[in-house]
């Protein structure tokens, strides 16, 4: 008998829906205070998920939840880099 894996689910930032770890994206704030988007979902620290889609960053960046979820003030160039990484993905 196979034993099912469980998929680990994340809540994103912009929608709050539950989804697989794999379809979001980690942004993730060091101990240093440093923040960065993660996309092995490795880095240590404290870490934020978002969807692969501009919808959700967009509710996200309106409503400051990134900067709520990981504790600090996030950088323009981040979200950035989050918005460059979703148009990459689709």
């Known amino acids: 008998m196979v034993k099912k894996r469980k998929i680990p689910l994340r809540m994103c930032t912009g ?11 980690r942004v ?6 440093e923040i960065s988007v993660d996309l092995t979902g ?6 934020a998920y978002i969807c692969k889609d501009i919808d ?28 460059e990484e979703i148009k990459d993905g689709e």
């Open 28 to 33: 993730v704030r060091s101990k240093e205070g």
């Open 56 to 83: 959700c960053l967009n509710k996200a960046y309106k409503s400051k939840r990134l900067e709520r979820n990981l504790e600090s003030k996030i950088d323009e160039d981040v979200y950035e880099r989050l918005r």
């Open 42 to 47: 490795k880095k240590s620290g404290r870490g």
């Open 15 to 25: 929608c709050g829906e539950s989804k697989p770890k794999k379809d979001l994206i």
